[in-house]
């Protein structure tokens, strides 16, 4: 299950560093991972920002606080991010490659993206869809709407029943492989 995965998805539109801007404008600085700065970046990723709540912030705080994420946090400067930029776009070229060439995802795959997620948009969960199902066709491509970037969180329960429906279509292994009898499981 690949989820508004902006990293694995081919470019489209503008660019992520553009989009990045656009959608955290308006943001302090964030120097730690907590507090304004990553309340104010959150709700700018989600659609219903009153899941942005103090406990959530509070334990984001946490996770932050802990000495695992100040080594990533020291190491994380724009210089870094430009390289790993550059690095992720050979890096999913290749895996782009492999996938319609080696059968590198003979599994099922289901994509699950948000309509409304500012950080990627949904002609890049298309884009994906397209690469992986030339070559798989147990791939699955399901948006949901009212949803940011993290709609998994927004609608648990709809997230929820949908992957366990995907899970549970492919457990025996003998799912249809018909496109018309997938979107029917998944209504």
Not at 51 to 73: F, R
Not at 138 to 160: I, V
Request: proline share 6%.
């Amino acid at each position: 299950v690949i989820i508004d995965s902006s990293t694995a998805a081919p470019p489209a539109g503008d660019d992520r560093p553009y989009r990045r801007n656009r959608i955290f404008r308006g943001c302090p600085e964030q120097e730690n991972a907590a507090g304004d700065a990553f309340r104010c970046g959150q709700k700018a990723l989600s659609y219903n920002t009153e899941q942005v709540n103090d406990e959530y912030v509070e334990a984001a705080g946490y996770m932050w606080s802990l000495p695992k994420a100040q080594e990533t946090i020291r190491r994380r400067t724009a210089e870094v991010r430009r390289h790993n930029t550059i690095v992720g776009s050979e890096m999913n070229h290749d895996a782009y490659h492999r996938i319609s060439t080696e059968d590198v995802l003979d599994m099922p795959v289901m994509l699950y993206w948000s309509q409304n997620d500012p950080s990627v948009l949904p002609m890049q969960g298309y884009s994906l869809y397209n690469i992986i199902a030339e070559s798989n066709p147990r791939t699955w491509l399901l948006f949901t709407n009212n949803g940011g970037h993290f709609h998994y969180r927004e609608h648990p329960a709809q997230f929820n029943r949908n992957i366990i429906n995907f899970v549970t279509n492919w457990d025996n292994g003998e799912a249809s492989e018909s496109p018309a009898e997938d979107r029917q499981i998944l209504e």
